[in-house]
């Protein structure tokens, strides 16, 4: 590819998101002036928006940081718990249909029920929501991990078994490199499931005690208070943080897989 | 004055579970220095014949010794070229040669040393920094081949190697490889499907039969080594070609004729 198609391409990846971002403000903008006058407040306008998340800057601050909190404990508490029972899962079929139906059930119980169940054992506030969080992050971690782990290139085991490799050895040098990708799919799931459930976890199990309150909470307040433009705000916020996970994940799987994996294949050579 | 043998098959049987027999009767011997090529139509148990030398999977019936020893217990001797290159693509070059002394705990200082040399060996001395999958099919399996190397094996099980490159490759991997061998001495058993490289190669030549897989003819090749583009071009090289390549019709022909489910005009 030439220097200037690149240029072009680049351009126009730029150019493409911010249009299609101005044509909805724009919709926005025409649904809230086609409105009547008293029902304009159902979708206030984007600089309303802006304004609220100006005005409650702070207590939008410490609710971010309580709910980004919780989610890092939560998704970090999953990425080590998950890795450990994948490495035990991969170990034979016997174990792994022994034990997933349990997991399955976990992961179908919705977070509203399983909440009060939470506060009850841990109570409410910031062990809580870190353990619903667990909850939510941990299904996709394990099951990607697993299925990576015994995804293995036959070839690949073959030659281990040729050199006599020691079974720590096949397992560290080549069944935990070759499940990193499948590794890292779980963990952008996990990513973004982090942040949703905190803020889940926090409107049914968080508390405002020491100013604990997260995302969840303040969205609950700004509702029964009818501040729209700050219940907005809240949503937007919580995408931020959804955002940053995710690109912080996308950097990590960048780092460790951009030198062989197909999925980083540069395309100009 | 008799030789130890590096491979002895005697009388050898083998069967995958409850399954047919894949070889029957198969008794051999190998001497230090042979370059063996086995050739024959699918499933006359060429590639079962390597794996049980690697001690991969154990015979059925019968005796097989590897320089001396059970084959489970020589794996330490010999190296296995596989179809594919089987490059861990996550590691680049030099650290792909490396893993066999890796797993064997070869300290990492002299595992460097080796490297640089089997690199060099296989001319790719330049590319150790690379990742599989910057390199061609033929540099991959140049890699492979230098991972082997790295060993010191003193026999190389080669499971058709370069069945998947283009013939002009393939001409000068062979010339490679037999230029390496040179300087190393070890014993080869070479799975393939082309006459003209296993007659190139080889000092002996196994035409293979199948159902059961079995020793159909040894040919022996007695040209002179080492071997180059000028042997190619020779009149008795083509002669042998032609030679092997008209009994290996005829075992083919013949296993066709013996096959239960085609039924003569």
Known sequence: MSGSDKMSRTMLQIFLPAAAGAFVIAVWYAIHFYLNEEMRFLLPTPAAVVDALSANRDSLARAAWNTTKGAMLGFSLAVVVSSALALILSLSPLVRTSLYPYLMALQMTPLPILAPICVIWVGAGLKSVSLLTFVIAFFPLVVNTTQGLISTDRNLVELFRLYRAARWQQLLLLRVPAALPYFFTGLRIAATLSPIGAVVADMNAGSSAGDGGGLGFQAVIYSSQAKYPALFATAATTCVLGFILNAAVLLLAWLALRHWHDSYERTDR | ?265
């Open chain 2, 1 to 265: 004055m008799s030789v130890e043998p590096i491979v002895e098959f005697r009388d050898v049987a083998k069967r995958f579970g409850d399954g047919p027999l894949v070889l029957d009767g198969f008794s051999f011997t190998a001497n230090p220095g042979d370059f063996i090529s086995l050739i024959g139509p699918s499933g006359c148990g060429k590639s079962t014949a390597l794996r049980l030398i690697a001690g991969l999977s154990p015979v059925t019936s019968g005796a097989l010794t590897v320089d001396g020893l059970s084959p489970s217990a020589a794996a330490a001797s010999l190296a296995f070229v596989f179809q594919e290159a089987t490059l861990l693509p996550w590691l680049n070059v030099a650290h792909n040669v490396e893993v066999p002394q890796q797993l064997r705990g070869v300290p990492a200082a002299a595992r460097a040393d080796t490297r640089r040399r089997v690199l060099d060996l296989v001319r790719l001395g330049d590319k150790a920094t690379a990742y599989p999958r910057q390199l061609s099919g033929g540099q991959k399996m140049r890699v492979s081949i230098a991972r082997a190397l790295a060993l010191s094996p003193k026999l190389m099980l080669l499971d058709e190697p370069f069945g998947a490159l283009d013939e002009m490759t393939r001409e000068h991997l062979n010339e490679e490889l037999l230029a390496i061998r040179e300087q190393q001495a070890w014993t080869a058993f070479f799975v393939t499907h082309s006459v003209a490289e296993a007659v190139f190669l080889s000092n002996r030549v196994l035409v293979m039969a199948a159902n059961p897989g079995r020793i159909h003819t040894e040919v022996t090749i007695p040209l002179a080594y080492p071997r180059t583009e000028e042997t190619r071009l020779s009149r008795e090289y083509h002669d042998l070609v032609a030679e092997v390549s008209r009994i290996l019709r005829s075992v083919e022909h013949a296993s066709v004729a013996a096959s239960p489910q085609r039924v003569s005009p």
